[in-house]
């Protein structure tokens, strides 16, 4: 029961509120559409007569209302199970009829205490939310806030000769001092020298000839 619960809220909530969010632009009329068309939808999965569509089209505003107001489906799915397992333990107890499958199933009482209870839940989470003061993980998208940002990409640059006889001289130290390293101080002496030719070769490279 509790997963037949909490897959209805994820089915009727979740993916089908974002689903026709998304496909509608953002305007005053969007949330009205929302609730109308998934709620409709959620009441006519059940085969009720009248009495028993109301009483779930009532718990389906209930809990589509706590979604949005706390941005997501726990306290939606809490009330779901809480419902279905009170329910359920009444009709087995036979103190509220018999758990046999009917279209008949609803009254005018089971409406008042569905509206009560629904209403009373939703007024417990909306005082839960203030104290605790709960924000929205999931508020109204902005009109293209979906779109990745603009990632800066480094410039591109053609080094000059003063750049790469600067790169040339480095180059040639590191040679003079791995040679210093094996060879000793007069390795190490030559080693510098022959970065130092090296250089003058970089640099007489870049002249016109």
Known sequence: MPFQAAAEEYAFRGIMVQAIGSWLPRRWWTRIVVVLVTTGLFVSGHMYELWGLLDVGIFGLGALWVTLRTGGLEAAIALHVVNNVT??????????????????????????????????????????ARRWQLQRT???????????????????????????AGVGTVAGAEVGVGAGGTAGAGGWGAGVSAGLAGVGLLGQSDRPG
């Open 87 to 128: 329910v359920f333990a009444m009709l087995a107890s036979g103190v509220w009829g018999t758990t046999t499958q009917a279209t008949d199933g609803g009254s005018l009482i089971g409406v008042i205490l569905s509206a009560i209870t629904t209403i009373g839940y939703c007024a417990a989470v909306e005082l839960t």
């Open 138 to 164: 999931s508020p109204w998208p902005e009109v293209g806030s979906t779109q990745a940002p603009d990632v800066p990409m480094p410039e591109a640059r053609v080094l000059g000769a003063a750049e790469l």
